[in-house]
């Protein structure tokens, strides 16, 4: 229900936008994990605003406290929370918004959900800002998986009409543990990410923003991993993914091109490798039969649309006179969310597949 | 987990595709609900197989007894349980799969998540038949949502490379309302349906299979459904879609298209409609706004892969003998699901719709 | 919600007593387990009416059908169900206290509850004729238990004034698993329970009924089992344990008698035995220190009010004229439950502590 | 889950009792119900330690910092999150605890439960002082029940040998709504009220502690509350009663007494009242019927263990050297929790009746 997700790992989240802080809770971990926090900052960096002119100008450290759950270096196996403190909040550039309410955002939807009582300011709680304690609850499952031998990475598919190139199965999972932090836009193909970077600017100098796709990937699962008939590996995963502000798509393997293919092309024939492990020569199916891991890397994408909030004028309503209105959305926004959803599409496949594992029982 | 879906309304499903039967139990309905069973029996022959060249010679009646929950017409508000039994059962057919398990389908990795004690038979639970008491549970769920002016309804944007026409925001829901059900192949546009009949038939002539897009819309739906961050509509209604088998995508609205748009294109301006209602001059983001719905249709697009199950010669292994093996599935399997998943897809839809509003308290 | 209980193991129960059929379904079961259905249908037999003067003169075979889950012998790991028929129904009887509702019964707050369209035929979904599928689940969990070395065993430990002796420490382990299933009324000192049948049939004669204490323990439990804070081993328990119909009470080691103790005398100190296992040298705390297990056993009792179907003339009202009537109840009645409750009692028990345990990953 | 408890209304726990800080988010909750500020600090007040020389010298202000879902006074209906931080700590107390185990304590369930990663501080997650931050949900949830009408209040039954007087149908709505807040030791009869604090008294000089029964009743709640057949209300308020630490015993109405009684003495015979309500002339059943209420007052009553940290020389063990070992307690402990535990016993069940009633829908 609204704030909480998960059957074995439960992660439950707060905040809003300018409220006294943010942040999560989660349930289920294993005791005795050794928690490296300078992983979980750099995880945090990778999301904060204002690290570039592709982003928005609001400043946020995004440092989490600890509150419990966590002692001596070590997880304690009771719910571990952790908070984040709002502190570069500009409420003033919000005001405007709980009457004339942005098309494409929440302003509206939320009035009528909360009957007017939703905090407004930057978003309140629809803000993008609350993926920042997801992308905390992330790290730390990350760093479980990662004992496992589980590892997950993402990169920018494509931005506008820019494509970056597909994983392929041969290189993926050395894609994936190189991993493509260390870049401004994480991309394969390094032209393209150039021409994306030009595609984002342009769209802010016009005032307006542009959205994207995230292909993501997890190696190292196991085959047998899902829950169906209700709890696919597909329908957990979309499950989160769809939470995350802005993504209005979520697609396994061949995703929809599968849909103009024959049967022959998307099977994915089964084949025993050196080491009597049951392999597919392809991965149309992204990893996944029946709702259920083969072993094969896990790969999904994620379409992101364009930022809500732009400077061009738009036509809109005024809520209190019940009459048309116009509208330039002023403060900070990112020209595009895509850049900083990379980080958020992991954590949030970090946590469904810890929480397909088993949690604390993983 | 596994086998139950909701939060307001649980739906509990069971059973095997050569068991003794399948069926479905409804948690969280109000009561005094009168049902309409042969509304209910018309639902099930939608989806059940035998009625057409284009899916398998299985002929199953399907006819559900409810074993509870319902007394002298009415819903009585405790479990309601519907029981469907397999009669047309050719179990035969599948005994060789258990070892030479069918490349795309679920018999590998269900013999390793239930390390070898699945019903192998047919598929057991992963068969496409446990979508039956599905389409049952949708078939109540769509007569609660009728009462309070909600209507679903879905047809077939494409098989393989042939496209109907997209619902539009003007005529949808009237053409929602006037239903799809009565055609073959539910579409708009009858020539698009008359070349998917031949894309199938083409298809199964040569031992292979086509997958489709499914596009359905919900009118009717008030302003202020949805309960962000983690039960955004899409994250609702997308867990339920990619339970259903061979779904490979869900987007909404514009979905992976949005990707390559502009703000400006995609944000849907708000008016007030002569009666005081606010509305969207478009609807791009298909009837949400921040996980929450804005009052317009809600429109989504269903990605189903072909039936991995075809005629053709495949490579696999043998799991007995740790070894390659060549496989030509026999029996009788659908050419495309997609025009039998269309009343599942909407089934799907009703129910987590009717969750959303609140089940009983709807 | 309503029919579902569970974390790990979800049970999902439905039926009315005079409907067609009650059952259940057990989601999360391991796979591979052998079931002994000559053991499941012996404890359906502790329940089952009929058997005795002591219980309702209707009989009910009760024999459950396996519908899914099932298959060669062994759990699949999908969805479990099985399906009771109701047979000896006479629903005549019930047909008056839809209006005449019976003191101390449902059928006015199930008239309100469900606005009248309950089944109110035998009391419908809240007959003690539902426990008919709690047992057979229970059963079934007992069997997963038995191979992880916990067995489950319940006495009468009160039968109105009629007091059996208390399990005790040195010897519990021992009569839990003689079992005391063999005896008519499972007690410790058959004294007290021929006095008990007198005081039942003393009952029955006056057209009464009587209420008792059923104690139960769990051997075999190791030691960090229960999810404090809100899932103590107290608090999982105790909510299956006042679902069963009657049961007002539960306490758990000294339980109300321990509030009127001092520290000193509750505290179970703790050595290590031979083995190397702490143990503790009192089990005050009925095997649970904090929420979770200590590996003592788990002993706790349930309080069970007196049938309230008595043929003594009660007074009451008339629903449908909103003024006074007495009221005589017909049928056939059991003169105390505590007898059939005792299975329960272990079933509901064996589910709570297989799903505390971690269902299929146990 | 461990954490988190509830259906409509979610309450997610988390804190230890010497980490960051304690606190808890509300899930589910209406928007725009304005809170009393001034009253949730009373009620942590009556919880509060260092007041009284009945309780523990350590002094806790136990302001709660509310982070999230709520704004200009009002809920918003999105997550609201309260952080209360420890303060007066002294944790040297305590170190010794985590190697010679208290005996009725979690300390060595915990240790075993969490593989030793536990915060032993002060009892860590397992410390009393968790229940501060369900004081504060309770107190919440209290507000939004008293605008529907239903008030709750607790009072001390008994205190070791020492018996207050028990509520009574006629009177006791009067009582709960006079409130017992103001008293030291909550009681209907003063001079019971002087006994127990002597017997407190004295079990403190003694080193000792002593445990109590706690009655408390809800009134105003309409009938038709409640959702057998797994969530009866004794089900559930039982689940979180049993989560209180040191609660060993709950029962409803006439509880364990009704099992040594007749049916005729029980079953609450019905009648209508001047304004055509149903109600019941007596009161045995505690207003609930078949797990529903019936609209009277809601009673039950909970025993609570006498407090395990006692300062007499106790047997334990030494888990580090696995041999026997000898115990003082030293650190500064409550000698009766029962006085503190009051109000806890009202926020639980606070929380759990507006749960049953539907949340935010409620």
Same mark, same amino acid.
């Given at each position: 229900?609204?704030?909480?997700? &998960?059957?074995?790992?439960?992660?439950?989240?707060?905040?809003?936008?300018?409220?006294?802080?943010?942040?999560?809770?989660?349930?289920?971990?294993?005791?005795?994990?050794? $928690?490296?926090?300078?992983?979980?900052?750099?995880?945090?960096?990778?999301?904060?605003?204002?690290?570039?002119? $592709?982003?928005?100008?609001?400043?946020?450290?995004?440092?989490?406290?600890?509150?419990?759950?966590?002692?001596?270096?070590?997880?304690? *196996?009771?719910?571990?929370?952790? +908070?984040?403190?709002?502190?570069?909040?500009?409420?003033?550039?919000?005001?405007? +918004?709980? %009457?004339?309410?942005?098309? &494409?955002?929440?302003?509206?939807?939320?009035?009528?959900?909360? #009957?007017?009582?939703?905090?407004?300011?930057?978003?309140?709680?629809?803000? &993008?800002?609350?993926?920042?304690? $997801?992308?905390?609850? *992330? #790290?730390?499952?990350?760093?479980?998986?990662?004992?496992? *031998?589980?590892?997950?990475?993402?990169?920018?598919?494509?931005?506008?009409?820019?494509?970056?190139?597909?994983?392929?199965?041969?290189?993926?999972?050395?894609?994936? +543990?190189?991993?493509?932090?260390?870049?401004? $836009?994480?991309?394969? %193909?390094?032209? #393209?990410?150039?021409?994306?970077?030009?595609?984002?600017? /342009?769209?802010?100098?016009? !005032?307006?923003?542009? !959205?994207?796709?995230?292909?993501?990937?997890? =190696?190292?699962?196991?085959?047998?991993?899902?829950?169906?008939?209700? %709890?696919? =590996?597909?329908?957990?995963?979309?499950?989160?993914?769809?939470?995350?502000?802005?993504?209005?798509?979520? @697609?396994?393997? !061949?995703?929809?091109?599968?849909?103009?293919?024959?049967?022959?092309?998307?099977?994915?024939?089964?084949?025993?490798?050196?080491?009597?492990?049951?392999?597919?020569?392809?991965?149309?199916?992204?990893?996944?039969?029946?709702?259920?891991?083969? &072993?094969?890397?896990?790969?999904?994408?994620? #379409?992101?649309?364009?930022?809500?909030?732009?400077?061009? /004028?738009?036509?809109?309503?005024?809520?209190?006179?019940?009459?048309?209105?116009?509208?330039?959305?002023?403060?900070?926004?990112?020209?595009?969310?895509?850049?900083? @959803?990379?980080?958020?599409?992991?954590?949030?496949?970090?946590?469904?597949?810890?929480?397909?594992?088993?949690?604390?029982?993983?």
């Amino acid at each position: 229900m609204s704030g909480i997700f &998960g059957e074995n790992i439960k992660v439950s989240i707060f905040g809003e936008s300018h409220g006294g802080g943010i942040g999560v809770t989660l349930h289920g971990l294993p005791s005795g994990v050794a $928690l490296d926090m300078e992983a979980i900052s750099r995880e945090m960096a990778r999301r904060a605003p204002g690290g570039s002119p $592709l982003s928005t100008a609001r400043s946020e450290a995004d440092e989490p406290e600890i509150l419990s759950g966590f002692f001596n270096g070590f997880t304690t *196996g009771t719910p571990l929370t952790a +908070l984040i403190r709002n502190r570069d909040t500009r409420s003033r550039d919000y005001a405007q +918004l709980q %009457d004339t309410v942005r098309p &494409g955002h929440a302003d509206y939807t939320g009035a009528v959900r909360y #009957a007017g009582f939703q905090d407004y300011r930057g978003g309140g709680h629809f803000s &993008g800002r609350i993926t920042a304690p $997801l992308v905390f609850a *992330g #790290a730390v499952c990350k760093q479980i998986l990662k004992r496992k *031998g589980v590892v997950i990475g993402a990169h920018i598919l494509s931005i506008h009409a820019v494509q970056d190139r597909a994983l392929e199965i041969e290189t993926c999972t050395e894609q994936i +543990l190189a991993g493509f932090a260390g870049q401004e $836009l994480p991309v394969l %193909d390094a032209q #393209a990410g150039a021409a994306m970077r030009e595609a984002i600017l /342009e769209a802010k100098k016009q !005032g307006d923003s542009v !959205g994207g796709v995230i292909e993501c990937a997890a =190696v190292g699962l196991a085959a047998g991993i899902g829950d169906p008939f209700f %709890d696919s =590996v597909e329908s957990v995963l979309s499950h989160i993914l769809f939470a995350i502000p802005g993504v209005k798509g979520v @697609a396994f393997g !061949g995703g929809f091109a599968m849909a103009s293919q024959r049967g022959s092309q998307c099977n994915d024939p089964f084949y025993y490798d050196g080491q009597g492990r049951v392999r597919t020569r392809t991965n149309v199916n992204g990893g996944v039969n029946g709702g259920i891991t083969n &072993g094969m890397p896990l790969c999904f994408q994620v #379409a992101c649309r364009p930022t809500a909030s732009i400077a061009k /004028e738009q036509d809109t309503v005024s809520l209190e006179k019940k009459q048309p209105a116009k509208l330039i959305v002023h403060g900070r926004h990112d020209p595009c969310i895509v850049p900083r @959803a990379v980080p958020v599409v992991e954590a949030a496949a970090a946590i469904a597949i810890l929480d397909m594992m088993g949690g604390r029982r993983a």
